[in-house]
């Protein structure tokens, strides 16, 4: 799966059963968990990313990304916005 592919996903979640899905659970608790959410996520990678075994940097670094994208599907960021951010600083 690609990042733009699971971003539709997450999308479409919201508003979703918070009961039924753990994105719908996130979008109703709101940006300010979300956020921190990406937080530790981060941390996590970057701890394993330092010391932990390949297979736990592969872990945090999806968990690190889905959340992300849950964040910027709360604040209505399209991939494709950031994708051309990214293009902007490849010259």
Sequence with gaps: MNLDDLYTVIASRKGG???ESYTASL?????AKIAQKV???AVETVIDGV??????????SADLLYHLLV?????DVKPGEV???LGKRVK
């Design 51 to 60: 010391s932990g075994p390949k297979e736990r940097v592969i872990s945090e």
């Design 83 to 85: 994708w051309a951010e």
């Design 39 to 41: 937080g530790e996520e």
């Design 71 to 75: 964040l910027w599907a709360a604040r």
């Design 27 to 31: 979008f109703d608790k709101g940006i």
């Design 17 to 19: 059963n918070p009961e």
